[in-house]
């Protein structure tokens, strides 16, 4: 069983509706002050950032061949050609557990490869 946190998980979310917010203070033009930032990905503490995130990782784990629990919209599993993967999710930290540690490796390097995943080690 390994433990992962993964950083700065809502900036990887993708918004699906425009947002817009104020200039952020420091950042504000003085040529254009009442103008507004059209955000193109999630920022902490956007309402739509948590749902964006897991959405985000959702894709990317059916991509891979994961489903979804009925029970536990938190739990992803795969089970194809003798091996099983468990996959429990709880904002950005995840609890991976198989019957194959080599699978586990191969998954952890895959999504490393699109988000920034901290193995945080064996439990």
């Known amino acids: 069983m390994r433990q992962l946190d993964v950083k700065n998980a809502f900036l990887h979310g ?3 509706e425009e947002v817009f917010m104020k200039q952020p203070p420091g950042y504000e033009s003085s040529v254009l002050p009442r ?7 999630a920022i902490y503490g ?3 950032a ?5 959405y985000r990782l959702y894709s990317k784990l ?3 061949g994961f ?6 919209t938190s739990l992803f599993f795969y089970h194809r050609h003798g091996i099983t993967i ?3 999710i709880y904002v950005d930290d995840i609890i991976v557990t198989s019957s ?3 699978v586990v490796d191969a998954l952890l390097k895959d999504l490393r490869m699109d988000f920034a995943l901290k193995d945080l080690g064996s439990l």
């Open 67 to 72: 489903s979804a629990s009925k029970g536990d």
């Open 86 to 88: 468990f996959m429990l």
């Open 35 to 41: 103008h507004v930032c059209k955000l193109d990905k």
């Open 62 to 64: 059916q991509s891979l």
């Open 100 to 102: 194959s540690t080599r």
């Open 46 to 48: 956007l309402k739509q």
């Open 14 to 16: 993708v918004l699906e």
């Open 50 to 54: 948590p749902r964006a995130w897991y």
